[in-house]
Nanobody, 115 residues
Framework: QVTLVESGGGLVQPGGSLRLSCAAS????????MGWSRQAPGKQRELVAR???????NYADSVKGRFTISTDDAKNTVYLQMNSLKPEDTAVYYC?????????WGQGTQVTVSS
């Protein structure tokens, strides 16, 4: 079992930045993928960014060039640096981890981009 605890959400003005963090604990495998998805009101959850233990990353087209995903394996933590935030980035952001045959989810953290 893996537990994911997110932090770093909040209210920011358009053009601003936020950094989300997600710490994993429990039965941690060295082969994994970790990522961030988001869900805005009335919309389906969408994958924002993902990083594999190899360092390979994937990004949604809507965030390329603005968001950066990274990990600190020593801390079992994944980060999402979000720059040039737009109102359409407003959503609940969920951290997730894929390892073995399982996917684990965090509880979500609200990001609101508004003036």
């Amino acid at each position: 079992q893996v537990t994911l605890v997110e932090s770093g959400g909040g209210l920011v003005q358009p053009g601003g930045s936020l950094r989300l963090s997600c710490a994993a604990s429990g039965s941690i495998f060295s082969i994994y993928a970790m990522g961030w998805s988001r869900q805005a009101p009335g919309k389906q959850r969408e994958l924002v960014a993902r990083i594999f233990n190899t360092g390979i990353t994937n990004y949604a087209d809507s965030v390329k060039g603005r968001f950066t995903i990274s990990t600190d394996d020593a801390k079992n933590t994944v980060y999402l640096q979000m720059n040039s935030l737009k109102p359409e980035d407003t959503a609940v952001y969920y951290c997730h981890r894929d390892q073995g045959l399982s996917t684990y989810w965090g509880q979500g953290t609200q990001v609101t981009v508004s003036s």
